[in-house]
Structure formats: C-alpha cells, structure tokens
C-alpha cells in the first residue's frame, strides 16, 4: 500500500500534532487575511460568516492528504481543485495561480515555523522532504511555474510576500470576525501565536508590537507535554465547538 507521505515522515509528525497544527492555522489565519485574493474567500460569503471554520477546513484537506494513500490523496486534492473551479464559473473568473501558489507556501512555511517553534529545528531534509510533499499536491492541481526544490523556493517565497500581501478593508473585517468568533481573550491568544510564526512582512503589515509576552510561556508548554498536561491548556484556549475536532488531530507519526 503506498501512502501519498511515507511512514515515519517529518511532515507526518508536523501534521499528527494538534498544538503543531494549532500555530500553522493561526499563522495561515494572519497570512489569509492580508492576500491580495482574499476577495475570492468573500464572494462565497463562507469566510466573513465562519472564518474559523473556513479556515479549518483548509487545515483538515492538508492533513488528509498528509495521512491517505496515494489514491485517495489524489482524489482529495482533485476535489479541492473542483471546488475552487465552481466558484470560478459562478464568479465568471479565474483565481489568479499566484493565489493558488500563495496558499501552498503558507502550508509549507507554517508547517516548519509551527514545528520549529514547539518541537526543534528541522535540518535541510527534512525541510526538502516537507517541500517535496507540497510541491506534488501543487503539481496534481496543475499549479505552473512552482520551484523544484526548497532552496529555489525559498526567494520565491520572499517575492510573494512583497507582492501579494497588503493591509486592505477585507483584513480589517477578517481580524474583526476572528474577535467576534473567539471572544476578546482567546482572540489576543491567537494575535500572540500569530506573531510568534508570521514573517517580518505580514508582522509589518498587521502593525503587531513587538512585544512577545507569550514567547516565554512555549517553554513552558513544552514542559507541559512532557507531563501530559497540555491538554488542559488547549481546553482553556479552544472555543467548545472545536475541541473535539482539534483533539482528532493527534495521530501518532508512525500511523
């Protein structure tokens, strides 16, 4: 049986670990809201009215792709791509492919920026490995002019942010709806995750302060884990409605 990501992957233990998860959502959540194409994500009215869940069902399709056979990841991601051509046809456009391509770094950067943060720094492999798994997800989209290989990607990556992020009315809305949706705690919570991960230019953009009152509480939480007491963290800082879907999340590398 072959599997789209092989057993034992890093990106398997990337995306096998809720709190992992939980940062590259938060991250993607800041990057979305500053995308040039974030108009599309409104025309569906999806977005504005669940953002979180919106967003999360992004996260879901990733790590379902991570976790299936090769078979049905294909099928995963040629039902992702029959979605986003419905919308074009009742739009009556096309999605710009710089907007495809943005969603597919984001995936990558917050994956290792996420895993970085919470768990230790990946060497050049397993960030060419992680690469490599996105690329073939792009590729089986039909996205054109993606880089070969993590090296080559990492200046296109740069060139994106300059190009396709800015600070308009939709991120205005988009980070109001988040505070409507989190309540006014969890959603400081979520800016503090938010700068720990973000690059420089989405940090810019968003106007975040530079400080970091939650950086000193990761090593904390990593103590946490050791003692099995993370759980109650998340629970304090999860909204009800998406525990039982973030606690799914923890599936062991090696499944």
């Known amino acids: 049986m072959e599997f789209f990501v092989a057993k034992g992957s890093v990106?398997?233990?990337?995306?096998?670990?809720s709190d992992v998860i939980l940062f590259?959502?938060?991250g993607a959540?800041?990057?979305?809201?500053?995308?040039?194409?974030?108009?599309?994500?409104?025309?569906?009215?999806?977005l504005p009215s669940d953002p979180l869940g919106r967003l999360f069902s992004t996260v879901s399709?990733?790590?379902?792709?991570?976790?299936?056979?090769?078979?049905?990841?294909?099928?995963?991601?040629?039902?992702?791509?029959?979605?986003?051509?419905?919308?074009?046809r009742d739009r009556g456009g096309k999605i710009p492919d710089w907007a495809y391509r943005d969603v597919l770094?984001?995936?990558?950067?917050?994956?290792?920026?996420?895993?970085?943060?919470?768990?230790?720094?990946?060497?050049?492999?397993?960030?060419?490995?992680?690469y490599?798994?996105?690329?073939?997800?792009?590729?089986?989209?039909?996205?054109?002019?993606?880089?070969?290989?993590?090296?080559?990607?990492?200046?296109?990556?740069?060139?994106?942010?300059?190009?396709?992020?800015?600070?308009?009315l939709y991120t205005k809305d988009l980070f109001k709806q988040y505070r409507k949706h989190l309540g006014t705690l969890r959603y400081r919570m979520l800016i503090e995750a938010q700068k720990l991960v973000?690059?420089?230019?989405?940090?810019s953009l968003l106007g975040f302060a530079p400080v970091h009152w939650m950086r000193p509480a990761v090593p904390l939480y990593r103590l946490s884990k050791r003692l099995r007491l993370d759980g109650l963290v998340?629970?304090?800082?999860?909204?009800?409605?998406?525990?039982?879907?973030?606690?799914?999340?923890?599936?062991s590398s090696s499944c």
Do not use: C
């Open 24 to 26: 590259i959502f938060a």
């Open 61 to 88: 399709y990733a790590r379902e792709i991570v976790f299936s056979k090769k078979e049905d990841a294909h099928s995963a991601i040629d039902r992702i791509k029959s979605i986003h051509q419905a919308v074009e």
């Open 11 to 17: 990106v398997r233990k990337i995306w096998g670990r």
């Open 234 to 251: 998340k629970d304090l800082l999860l909204p009800s409605r998406y525990k039982s879907q973030i606690q799914a999340l923890d599936i």
């Open 132 to 168: 490599q798994v996105f690329y073939r997800v792009g590729d089986r989209m039909g996205l054109q002019d993606l880089p070969d290989n993590y090296s080559d990607w990492l200046p296109i990556r740069q060139v994106h942010l300059e190009q396709d992020l800015e600070k308009s």
């Open 105 to 130: 770094f984001m995936l990558i950067y917050y994956s290792k920026a996420a895993f970085e943060l919470l768990e230790r720094k990946m060497n050049q492999q397993e960030k060419e490995e992680l």
């Open 198 to 203: 973000v690059p420089y230019r989405a940090f």
């Open 29 to 46: 959540s800041a990057e979305f809201a500053l995308n040039k194409a974030v108009d599309w994500l409104y025309f569906t009215g999806k």
